[in-house]
């Protein structure tokens, strides 16, 4: 899924602004050619915060607008890209429908070149928010026990973030020649000081046509010419790309007939590696030790919409405090994003959507069948960023008895025999085989709150482990939970060496609210509860990674551990303030206590 871009070949137009929507309440219009009396929205932007009245509507609204064709696009082929619907969209243009995508956070494009007019088109979207069983990230789940989350909630969700509904990110119209490239993957390798890049290519069926490869940057000009749509460029003394030195080449890929280009695309890619070494994780040949947090796109009004000046904002608190990774949970983050962690050097484990899973019926087959086409979807999309070191194939799955996690964490964390439900441990071996078919270059990882207990580790490659000890487990006492988490992690790494990472830790707390002795919620028991965490991780040399749970405070459901339906677990607010933590963990991550040290 190539992203649009704009050459002489190739014209792209952002039909982001004013749309107008329409609430179905009782899903009794048919409006796919049209509607009167809607309400004006901005697109992107998640309506429940930004429609008055809408906060927690999470069924059916229909979205309009109306565009005319850019000039001089006749004669190419024409396309309509979604990059963000949630959940289930079904398109139509001028009355004709197009299809439909389900699952939000991932892109889906349509062609209309024998579609649409040059003048006075009209796009219209139906959006399906509803929470359902048989849907990912599941909701409703009536009589399931330790399935929805936290107990009673409102909207009742299997996770821990509000299911913000609309158009998300932009809605792009694009064009491409009749003969052009329909996808690039790049592989890199390297060599001593060489860098070697391997390109694989593939273009709209027809005619025979050839491809040739340029690569320019730090100094190197090298070219190819394609062979059944590969090449392979090879750069001396190459320029590596990493957190401290970000560099990137320019990739430009031409479609040639008779050596005359009728097509071009152009990406930014960065020379390195990444594997795994017994306990470590290695990039370009060198241990790595992730720092950094969970997040989530999430800020007043915009609910889950694009913000690009959101983008920038974190990304300055994450090099700020010192951290170098982060993960997109609980879903893919913008190709915004992703782009901006290429060019800033930031890694990243990229996620699915796939949060909350239970593996029992109803809704069991379409669940895993959904979680399989967010992996190629995902995969497809993110494959060429250096940034993606790890894929993620869920977080936090049902995957274990009730009984067996109560054994479990009863018996000092013997393990349990036959703790994990076959549908499950199923499910995440042909997860897991998938992923690897579609890329062999990334390791994968799957995040697991079950402990040792979590069969479906056998099959990734890196463990990552949620906790909260000191939190909702030992409450109030951050010594002894800090003991218990380290017993935990020993235990888990007895059962599954290889590189740790601890995924998430952290401890809600109020702004402003100081309390001494520390007490929890108050921003002293945070400093206290994330330095005692990071000096016990610190002193486990298997521990590859630390992400804090989370960068910052964010929208939840309504619910009795939810004051004010927000999770405060961010050392940030959510319009990113720092709490006293952020301080700390700079302090404790950068080595500097004020601003103009180091």
């Known amino acids: 899924m190539l992203y649009p871009q704009n050459n002489h070949t190739r014209q792209m137009h952002d039909l982001s602004g004013f749309w107008q929507i329409h609430f179905d309440?009782?899903?009794?219009?048919?409006?796919?050619?049209?509607?009167?009396?809607?309400?004006?929205?901005?697109?992107?932007?998640?309506?429940?915060?930004?429609?008055?009245?809408?906060?927690?509507?999470?069924?059916?609204?229909?979205?309009?607008?109306?565009?005319?064709?850019?000039?001089?696009?006749?004669?190419?082929?024409?396309?309509?890209?979604?990059?963000?619907?949630?959940?289930?969209?079904?398109?139509?243009?001028?009355?004709?429908?197009?299809?439909?995508?389900?699952?939000?956070?991932l892109p889906f494009a349509f062609e209309i070149t024998n579609h649409v007019r040059d003048q006075d088109n009209l796009?219209?979207?139906?959006?399906?928010?509803?929470?359902?069983?048989?849907?990912?990230?599941?909701?409703?789940?009536?009589?399931?026990?330790?399935?929805?989350?936290?107990?009673?909630?409102?909207?009742?969700?299997?996770?821990?973030?509000?299911?913000?509904?609309?158009?998300?990110?932009?809605v792009l119209l694009y064009c491409i020649p009749q003969q052009a490239i329909t996808d690039v993957t790049v592989v890199t390798e390297i060599e001593g000081a060489a860098g070697i890049v391997n390109?694989?290519?593939?273009?709209?069926?027809?005619?025979?046509?050839?491809?040739?490869f340029t690569i320019e940057g730090h100094g190197a000009f090298q070219t190819a010419e394609g062979v059944d749509g590969g090449g392979i460029l090879i750069i001396p003394n190459a320029a590596f790309?990493?957190?401290?030195?970000?560099?990137?080449?320019?990739?430009?890929?031409?479609?040639?007939r008779e050596g005359v280009p009728v097509d071009r695309y152009t990406l930014d890619i960065g020379i390195r590696t990444i594997k795994v070494d017994g306990?470590?994780?290695?990039?370009?040949?060198?241990?790595?030790?992730?720092?950094?947090?969970?997040?989530?796109?999430?800020?007043?009004?915009?609910?889950?919409?694009?913000?690009?000046?959101?983008?920038?904002?974190?990304?300055?608190?994450?090099?700020?405090?010192?951290a170098n990774s982060f993960r997109t949970a609980h879903y893919p983050y913008s190709e915004q994003m992703m782009q901006l962690a290429d060019q800033l050097g930031f890694l990243v484990i990229d996620e699915t959507p796939a949060v909350g899973l239970f593996f029992q019926e109803p809704g069991l087959a379409r669940r895993n069948e959904l979680c399989q086409q967010y992996i190629r979807e995902l995969i497809d999309r993110d494959k060429n960023h250096p940034c993606v070191i790890l894929w993620s194939l869920a977080n936090e799955p049902h995957t274990s008895t009730p009984e067996a996690r109560r054994a479990y964490d009863s018996r000092d964390f013997e393990v349990i025999a036959h703790s994990s439900q076959p549908a499950a441990v199923e499910a995440f071996r042909e997860l897991a085989a998938l992923a690897r078919a579609l890329d062999p270059t990334r390791p994968i990882t799957l995040v697991s709150w079950e402990g040792a207990v979590e069969e479906s580790w056998q099959f990734v490659d890196v463990i990552s482990f949620n906790r909260y000890r000191g939190w909702y487990q030992q409450s109030g006492r951050i010594d002894a939970g800090v003991q218990r988490l380290a017993q935990e992690i020993d235990a888990i790494h007895t059962r599954f060496p290889g590189p740790f990472i601890m995924s998430e830790f952290g401890a809600d707390t109020i702004p402003g609210h100081h309390a001494d002795p520390p007490?929890?919620?108050?921003?002293?028991?945070?400093?206290?509860?994330?330095?005692?965490?990071?000096a016990m991780l610190n002193s486990k040399p298997f521990v590859a990674g630390q992400h804090i749970w989370n960068l910052c405070d964010f929208k939840t459901s309504q619910g009795v551990i939810r004051m004010g339906a927000y999770n405060y677990k961010g050392i940030f607010t959510r319009d990113r303030r720092?709490?006293?933590?952020?301080?700390?963990?700079?302090?404790?991550?950068?080595?500097?206590?004020?601003?103009?040290?180091?």
């Open 25 to 105: 309440e009782d899903n009794s219009g048919a409006f796919e050619s049209g509607f009167e009396g809607g309400e004006i929205i901005a697109v992107p932007a998640s309506w429940n915060d930004q429609i008055v009245g809408r906060r927690d509507y999470l069924g059916i609204a229909w979205h309009q607008t109306q565009f005319a064709l850019p000039w001089g696009w006749r004669g190419q082929r024409i396309f309509i890209r979604f990059n963000s619907v949630n959940y289930l969209a079904e398109v139509w243009l001028n009355g004709l429908r197009l299809g439909e995508h389900e699952g939000g956070h």
């Open 199 to 212: 390109v694989k290519t593939a273009h709209t069926p027809g005619e025979s046509l050839s491809t040739r």
């Open 123 to 170: 796009l219209v979207v139906r959006v399906d928010g509803a929470l359902s069983v048989d849907r990912v990230p599941p909701g409703q789940i009536a009589g399931k026990e330790n399935i929805t989350f936290g107990g009673a909630n409102f909207p009742d969700t299997t996770f821990d973030f509000f299911p913000f509904c609309g158009i998300q990110r932009p």
């Open 519 to 534: 007490e929890m919620f108050s921003e002293e028991y945070q400093t206290e509860f994330l330095s005692k965490t990071i």
């Open 578 to 598: 720092p709490k006293m933590a952020a301080y700390r963990v700079r302090q404790l991550w950068t080595g500097r206590e004020t601003e103009d040290e180091g």
């Open 279 to 322: 306990d470590r994780l290695l990039l370009n040949g060198e241990p790595i030790k992730l720092l950094g947090f969970g997040r989530h796109e999430d800020f007043p009004v915009v609910g889950r919409g694009l913000l690009p000046a959101l983008i920038i904002k974190d990304y300055g608190l994450m090099y700020w405090i010192g």
């Open 241 to 256: 790309w990493s957190p401290g030195s970000p560099r990137l080449y320019q990739l430009t890929v031409e479609l040639l």
